[in-house]
């Protein structure tokens, strides 16, 4: 009998802890076959140098609306463990009552935080973080590999290990080589290496982004001014932690970045495609006027390539989130020709942007 | 043979005019059995003493997601006349074919522009505004009766023109008992007007509230604050002209003013319960908790009224657009009593906003 | 061998956090005799239940240029001590050299949290907060008063601890006959205590208003949309810890919460003086025009009372912050007369907002 | 008798206009005897084929702090000329009022608008408007050159004009040569032509940016976004009409555009020299740690050039507006070299931003 009135409860509400959460999740289109899941797999907490408590990062990632995130505390350096104390394992622990609760899925992990050669290293998916910590690297890698992880090179050119150039040293090739290496950053924080995705393209390795937050998100992101974290797309069959691993063993990932993607050709076109919507097309004297729909919260940067003197169009276009935009190419010559453009910002090769051509007869 | 060509022709572009426009439409629901249109009923342009060209109001109306607007220029009142001739039709016939192209509806109407009494009048639905200009004021409000307009008393405690206190004068019977009056401005701009409210719930007129505006819409608004322009929510059947007329001649309307909704309670209480929506409620030992999403673009904020001391919960509670909120009721005593508040900002009389009162057993 | 590599592992972490802080505080003039410092002395950390490390709060009142905060965490309530251990003073000793790196000045404090009566009380300029967590709550304020510590109540009508109405038990006259009540906060978090500021007026108590902030405070405010926290404006001969004692135990305070202010009127009066600079008056036929720049950060919302018919002004203005507004006063009379508004977002009792009266002619 | 009343309403519409206007200039420091003047040479009204009445134009400029702005419309292209009348000096004639009281400089100027070649250009500091109506483009430009006008050409890369690539015509070098042409855009609107700026660096043509703004100001430019419209930087000996004359014939400016600066080396340097200030620096055992200041509203974004493995610094690094940055730089061997970067975001030349080396010793 309490249902039905309790069901009348409409607006209801209150006491202690009343919680106002809004979302808001950036448009990202699924690609053929694939949902695409935004992942950030790089995050601190006070349990080794970041500065909120676990289930803070649960609720940053629920607003802006992640899929999955995974808390990986350094295992060498844990600066306040004067006053924090607890196992590898704590943060992900406390987290993830929180990140059921919320819907966020919770991989846990642990940052191998070694000098160059070889650096930092997120080792993913594992079963027991406090395993981990030994005093040889090997050792640590070694028994990640046990724990079937699927572990990835952090920040390969940070100012602090590689004050120079971005070198592959040869504890890399020996990490790679032992099968202990599966994916890359190419961009960490608010940094892309650009040598890294030519080494993830050339090696095979997964292209990975995350954002290594320390402070609380908001401190480094600017939310109202259009910021974001930087994000892994991983493309996925399903919303879980084993599609998410099938996805990241397979190198099924893009990296979203400022207003960058970056990633593979035959990722990055599915979702420039699937963000575009023509809504209409009207034909005029020696023009066409085309209306499109940008259905994503990504922008689009365009730009003429291989130009046609008979076919007058943008030198340099912006296709802004969320918006129609009713755009006039006009014909000097004959009614026909080639609209070439470049999307700038959706890099499939370093200093690459994806190449679009299209017959206009 | 070009159409599939063109279908190609994916995210296409170019050329004089690439205009971008991002719409923010504030999200309000349909009450049972009508659609609720946003409108605008009393906006200005270079025609009488507004800023901006007729067509800049349109696609100001457009980006806003407005559904209706009226331009209404001073027949009285044309300073810029030396510079801009016309006639008093000339703004609706710019602008039509930028509203056309839009899919916003455009209205043709006039302010009559007199000192108090009887003051500014709009007569919407109008088929010819030059036949309005007369120098009788009395012969300007026939012949927007002759052309069956729609007529509404505007910002009727005006400083300029009442500046004590909003007093209806004589004029203003005899304008209602000729069938002159059919609504009234219960908001003009930024100001609301009290004793208009009682005006309307009294004499049965329909409720408007209008922006009145004459700058660039965003020199008045802040929109990136999350302001807004006063709005008439009009509860129609259809998204069209003539529904409008239907619903604005039986009076089923309210006003969106700040974070105000101003009109019968019969209209308030189906938006507040068509906004919210429980999506979990959970019993604990001696509490129960009650997941809601609150769907639409509207604040409500909630007070605590007929307390009971038995049944703990917020004394007040602010329920944010596009946002899930968690929320605990207490009870010290038996796990029953009533949930009673006042969504103070849905007004449905002046000074009293919308009584809720829910059994917790 | 490891030993070294870990030390310069450590310091590459830390010498490289490049930090950038912007700062955004709210202009408040000073007012006549004294610098006007905006003060919040009721934050928690994760050393009870907040969620950020006491460093982190020590930035976000840089960033907002806050000039002194409290750190007061929980005594009797501390839901993270499993992990989170250290004595009732850690917070303050880890926050003090990054609080003295910033030049914010941070004041030893800690929160008595009883169940009422008599509920939370914050003591604050306390030597050692360990000696105050006692099992009987006299001992803690007997222990704070011999401390010498300035005390107050904290949100006396907490919904948790008040369902129903904001009572004062016997017990806070014990303590406020016993001289262990100095203060009280008037706002808590987002909350105004109508209640409180009548006791506080009427006892003498120090208006206090604070954040009690538990999340990172980007999270509970959006500081994007013009959004603060609560603070306790307080009165000072000097930017000192003492000097904020003096002025403290003297009563010169006013809070400062959403777009209100609340105090005695003798310090709003010239709050407002002090904003509002006259820049031009100009006389027409029957009218004059004023000229006013807001030098403040604060909004005004001024409402005409005491009408006379033959002074035409503005019913309700409001002056936003740092703006130029040109006021025109018109005469229909004799050119003179009393221009007279009430500031109703500035409190000076319950409900009644600061009057202004100036003579025209 | 109507007269009188209708005299009294007009008084009264015009007397209520309390107009709130906030300024938010964005700091850009002086340099070394010259003050840093914001201007816009390239405005449209209603008066060509802008969408705005020209008083607007002067409020959008006061509200961004702009020091002097030229309204320029069409004299061969008045899309709105059957209904807005008038000769081509009305817009400035209805302008100048406001832009007195407003303490913004007006500057006469009209755009000759041909088709290519030789395309648009601006003259500005015209006595006469009406007189460059003229059939033969160059009579236009003899005219102004007789009125003593200071002429540039517009948007020379514009795609409707210059759809394939950007070209100086032979009519360019006619206009040159016969001293027609003193300046040119090196951004229009949002579009930077990298042809443009090399010319004015070869051909000792005055470097100009203009927005050329059609629309309502806010309707392109997202103020709240951080985004501003593209501005000439003049170094002016004063704020006058004359001195800043004097300036666009000795070449004394730079464009402001988005977050880059383009100009020459002499005058970049000088801002971004007075805009960082060194607050503090405290030496480390191998580290420098620089505390700097950016008093400036400008973001410099640096880049190291010239590595020396021995001092490790960041890569890049983005010095935000109104920001306070530490900085530590660590050397690995001996504690000296050299701090070399890159301003990317100050262009001294087409792809080549302003570069700086500092002593570390």
């Not at 609306?65 to 004067?82: M, N, Q, V």
């Not at 190419?186 to 292209?207: G, P």
């Not at 970056?262 to 963000?275: A, K, P, T």
């Not at 990504?298 to 008979?310: G, I, P, Q, R």
Request: contains cysteine; glycine residues 6%.
């Amino acid at each position: 009998m309490k249902p039905p009135k309790l069901f009348l409860l409409i607006a209801v509400l209150v006491a202690f802890t009343g919680q106002a959460q809004v979302q808001n999740r950036i448009v990202i289109p699924d690609i053929n076959g694939y949902k695409t899941l935004q992942c950030d797999f790089h995050i601190h907490t006070v349990f080794s140098d970041g500065l909120v408590w676990p289930t803070v990062r649960i609720n940053e990632a629920y607003r802006e609306g992640l899929d999955a995130i995974s808390i990986t505390e350094h295992l060498e350096y844990r600066p306040f463990s004067k006053d924090v104390t607890g196992s590898h394992n704590r943060a992900y622990e406390i987290a993830k009552p929180t990140a059921d609760s919320r819907n966020v899925i919770l991989i846990k992990g642990s940052e191998i935080t070694r000098s160059m050669p070889p650096g930092h290293f997120n080792a993913i998916f594992l079963n027991d973080s406090e395993a981990l910590a030994k005093d040889d690297w090997r050792e640590s890698f070694a028994e990640a590999k046990r724990q079937n992880a699927f572990i990835f090179w952090n920040h390969p050119g940070w100012d602090a290990q590689q004050p120079d150039t971005t070198l592959w040293w040869k504890e890399h090739t020996e990490i790679y080589d032992k099968g202990w290496m599966h994916g890359i950053e190419v961009v960490n924080e608010k940094t892309y290496y650009e040598e890294a995705f030519q080494w993830a393209l050339d090696k095979k390795l997964t292209i990975l982004g995350n954002s290594d937050i320390h402070e609380p998100i908001q401190t480094d992101y600017d939310f109202a001014a259009g910021e974001h974290r930087a994000t892994t797309l991983v493309f996925a069959k399903a919303r879980t932690p084993e599609a998410i691993r099938e996805a990241l063993d397979n190198r099924r990932t893009a990296v979203y970045h400022k207003d960058l993607l970056i990633g593979e050709e035959q990722y990055l076109r599915q979702i420039f495609d699937n963000s575009i919507e023509i809504t209409n097309i009207s034909q005029g004297n020696n023009s066409i006027t085309v209306t499109v729909f940008n259905k994503s919260g990504l922008t689009f940067k365009l730009k003429k390539t291989a130009h046609d003197k008979n076919v007058v169009y943008f030198r340099e276009y912006e296709v802004k989130p969320h918006s129609r935009h009713s755009l006039t190419i006009r014909f000097t010559g004959a009614n026909d020709g080639k609209l070439n453009f470049e999307v700038t910002n959706l890099l499939v090769k370093p200093g690459k942007g994806l190449h679009c051509s299209y017959n206009l007869n």
